[in-house]
């Protein structure tokens, strides 16, 4: 099993930035591929960003590409996602989560049904 922990969301300005963390315990996440997705009110939870198990590869959403950065630090369990020039659409709450699997990556790490395990999510607001 694996735990995950979200944190760092808030309500910022549009133009801010904000920095979210995950942090897993129980098993460790070193060698998972992990992802990123949100949910704003209304709408379905929709992929935000994900990273290799290495910390090599990467991919992200349109919505997100150039404003959003996906980082892990292996060696403290922790998954990060920096997030810059926040606009209103990006208002929703931010879920990180992983995968059962071990050491495997590929495009299908942009789909919700490939991971096991999701934290309960924490909550990004921007206003105009």
């Known amino acids: 099993q694996v735990q995950l922990v979200e944190s760092g969301g808030g309500l910022v300005q549009a133009g801010d930035s904000l920095r979210l963390s995950c942090a897993a315990s129980?098993?460790?996440?070193?060698?998972?591929?992990l992802g990123w997705f949100r949910q704003a009110p209304g709408k379905e939870r929709e992929f935000v960003a994900s990273i290799s198990w290495s910390g090599g590869d990467t991919y992200y959403a349109d919505s997100v590409k150039g404003r959003f950065t996906i980082s892990r630090d292996n060696a403290k369990n922790t998954l990060y996602l920096q997030m810059n020039n926040l606009n209103p659409e990006d208002t929703a709450v931010y879920y990180c989560a992983a995968p059962r699997a071990y050491g495997i990556w590929g495009s299908w790490y942009q789909q919700r049904a490939t991971y096991d395990y999701w934290g309960q999510g924490t909550q990004v607001t921007v206003s105009s």
């Open positions: 129980g098993r460790t996440i070193s060698r998972r591929s």
